[in-house]
């Protein structure tokens, strides 16, 4: 059974920085699909960035445009870690995020029914 587990939220003020961490229980592919998903009150679940491994040291990574340059994704498949460093935090970025995982390789990286498994989120919070 796969389980992911998100820690690193919190509030910070716009410009400051968070590194969120999803812990996985259980076995995922490195080549499979691995996204973070943000959900902000009143609005859809929304892909902010993804990742698989290509090989061993080589990862291809995905990111929505409005975090392209302040956000990246990365993984560490010895401790079967994926992380997401934020910087230039804005309000707009204040929302839910959500780590998944797929349990195949088939789909696009920001369709939430490509992922079958899902964290139960943390709370990002960047004021004015």
């Known amino acids: 059974q796969v389980q992911l587990v998100e820690s690193g939220g919190g509030s910070v003020q716009a410009g400051g920085s968070l590194r969120l961490s999803c812990a996985t229980s259980g076995y995922i592919r490195s080549s499979n699909y691995r996204g973070w998903f943000r959900q902000a009150p009143g609005k859809e679940r929304e892909a902010v960035a993804g990742?698989?491994?290509?090989?061993?040291?080589?990862?291809?990574?995905f990111y929505a445009d409005s975090v392209k340059g302040r956000f990246t994704i990365s993984q560490e498949n010895g401790k079967n870690m994926v992380y997401l460093n934020m910087n230039s935090l804005k309000p707009e970025d204040t929302a839910m995020y959500y780590c998944?995982?797929?349990?195949?390789?088939?789909?696009?990286?920001?369709?939430?029914?490509?992922?079958?498994?899902w964290g139960q989120g943390t709370q990002v919070t960047v004021s004015a």
């Open positions: 998944a995982a797929a349990d195949q390789t088939l789909g696009r990286w920001y369709e939430p029914r490509t992922y079958q498994y």
């Open positions: 990742i698989y491994n290509i090989y061993d040291g080589a990862s291809s990574s």
